[in-house]
Every structure is written in structure tokens, then in C-alpha cells.
């Protein structure tokens, strides 16, 4: 389900800087609010770690003409880089997914299809707090100002009464806020390796490695390969809509669009998935649980802001 993309700084001399897509990134993003409609029924024929592995199978078969390409860009790379290309895949890829399936799975019997991918939108905090550790990178005086109330937020989001927790709650949560960090470890390694490997290879890779970590969690959990006819089309859907369709827009929107305007396309992604949640699925949330929800999109976007206008035209990481 999430992609690395690594997205160089648009040159705002050019014609094609003016073009603005943020309405392409609002489209993109609320194609990723729609993973939940998709989701569902599939969570409740198929193992997660059946979901997990076609979500990685099908790209990878549409991808494949870039494969030899993107296999040669890897044998080039020295030994970190490499190492950091196999984490994105089969640690931010394929075990990240499994994670946010299982969660969305157990959320979802409560009635709960939000919480899970809305806790996504904590990612770009996670990075950032990555960053400093992994890559060296300061960590800037305001950060605190929003990975606080983003914190408090994913925590009225998590739990329909705050204050009295159950175990039943907090496994959705915690499964959720671990594929967060799985995949902001794929962002803040993307980073890493971007001067050496280009978006369409990086990606390519992170498919690929991702299907053989998608074959080890259905090893491990012992779920199996092949799904039945019935939820084929939903598993294409899936791995199409939300997928690789949602990315490839994505990417070309940004081409053009500053990311402080990218940040706020973005939103569509939480108002979407609550949209449908609320009126297509069901999901019943409590008062405090909708605060949190707007203090996360809040807190995040006006980060987003920020750390755009700080960089200016520096490179932009993107993890979904």
C-alpha cells in the first residue's frame, strides 16, 4: 500500500512550474481515502497476508517491463544503498502492509474502518523524528509544536473513550502506528538512496523486493497464496485504484505543484476515507474521536507547510 517516491524540487523558472496541480494531488489523495471501500470485503474473505501479497504481485506485473532496468540501477549501488532499497521493500512494503491490513481487519469488527488510515496521516512526524535519528539531520525549534498535538490527536482518534482503554482498542492502534513507522522508514531511507536511484527504478524495486516480503509474511503466517476467483477483482482494484494509479498521479502532480499546496491536496486523503467510512461502511465514531481526527490533519498539513516553505526548492520525500 505505500509507496516511496522520491520527488526533486520543481524549478519555478519554467512554464511548467506555474501549471498547479494541487487539484491532481486532491484526486490522488482521495483515491487513497477509497482503500477502505476496496478493502473491506476483501478483509473479510481473505488472510492479510493473501491481501498483501497481490497488492505487490499485480503492480510489479504491470511494472515489469522496467524491471530489468530497475535490477541493473540496484546492482550498481553500493553495499548501504542496497541495504536501504531491500528495507523499503520488504520492511515498508510488505510487512507495513500486512501490518495496516491486520489492523484495519481488527478495527474493522468493531465497526471502525477510520482509525487505520487516518493514524497514516502521523507518518510525515515519524520521518521527520527518523531523520535526525538515521540520517543526522537537525531537528527543527517547532517540531515539538506538532508532533505534540499530533500525538494527542492519534490518541482521541485511537480510542472511542480516552480515557478508559481496552485491549480490543489498542491492538488496531498500535498495529496501525507500526505500519506508520515502517513506512516512515522507507521514506527517510528513500531519502537516503535517492541520489542514486531514480523514482520509476526506486519504485520498481520497492514492488519488487516487497513481493518477496509479501511470500515471507505468508510463510510466516501461514496464510494462503492464491485467492479465490470471487475476490480477484476486488485484489486488482485494490492494487490498481489506490495503488499504483493514486501514486503515478501523485508523482506527476508534484512535478508542478509546490508542496505546501501539495500538503493541502492531501486532505482530501482523511475526509474521504471518514466520508466513506461514516456513509458507506458504517463506522460509528465518538465525538473526541472526530477532534482527533481534525487535530491530525490540522497538526500534519500545517507542518507539511512549514517544512515546505523552509526547504523552498530543496527535494521533497514522499511516503504513503
Known amino acids: 500500500m505505500s509507496q516511496t517516491v522520491i520527488v526533486a524540487g520543481t524549478d519555478r523558472s519554467s512554464p511548467r512550474a506555474h501549471r498547479d496541480a494541487t487539484w491532481l494531488v486532491a484526486v490522488s489523495a482521495a483515491l487513497w481515502g477509497l482503500d477502505g471501500l476496496l478493502r473491506k470485503p476483501l478483509a473479510s474473505d481473505l488472510a492479510a497476508g493473501t491481501i498483501v501479497l497481490w497488492e505487490h504481485i499485480i503492480p510489479i506485473v504491470v511494472l515489469a517491463p522496467f524491471l530489468p532496468a530497475a535490477i541493473r540501477a540496484f546492482a550498481r549501488l553500493g553495499l548501504r544503498d542496497k541495504a536501504a532499497v531491500v528495507v523499503i521493500g520488504i520492511g515498508s512494503s510488505a510487512v507495513a502492509t500486512a501490518l495496516f491490513t491486520r489492523a484495519f481487519t481488527i478495527a474493522g469488527s468493531s465497526g471502525d474502518f477510520i482509525t487505520p488510515l487516518v493514524l497514516q496521516k502521523l507518518q510525515p512526524v515519524l520521518a521527520i523524528a527518523l531523520a535526525v535519528l538515521l540520517l543526522g539531520e537537525r531537528l527543527r525549534p517547532r517540531f515539538a509544536l506538532y508532533a505534540v498535538p499530533a500525538l494527542v490527536g492519534a490518541w482521541l482518534l485511537s480510542f472511542a473513550d480516552p480515557l478508559h482503554l481496552s485491549v480490543s482498542e489498542l491492538e488496531p492502534a498500535l498495529l496501525a502506528l507500526g505500519a506508520a513507522a515502517l513506512w516512515a522508514v522507507g521514506t527517510v531511507l528513500g531519502r537516503l538512496v535517492s541520489p542514486s536511484v531514480t523514482p520509476r527504478d526506486l519504485t520498481t524495486l520497492r514492488l519488487g523486493f516487497g513481493t518477496v516480503g509479501a511470500f515471507g509474511v505468508v510463510g510466516v503466517t501461514g496464510a494462503p497464496v492464491l485467492p479465490a476467483w470471487g475476490d480477484a477483482v476486488g485484489l486488482v482494484l485494490l492494487a ?81
Open 240 to 320: 490498481l485504484i489506490p495503488g499504483l494509479l493514486a501514486l503515478t498521479l501523485y508523482y506527476r502532480a508534484l512535478q508542478s505543484t509546490p508542496a505546501s499546496r501539495a500538503t493541502l491536496g492531501e486532505l482530501a486523503f482523511p475526509a474521504t476515507a471518514a466520508v466513506i467510512g461514516v456513509l458507506v461502511l458504517g463506522t460509528s465514531l465518538a465525538w473526541s474521536q472526530w477532534v482527533g481526527l481534525a487535530i491530525v490533519a490540522v497538526t500534519v498539513t500545517a507542518m507539511g507547510v512549514r517544512e515546505a516553505r523552509a526547504r523552498h526548492r530543496g527535494p521533497a520525500t514522499v511516503d504513503r
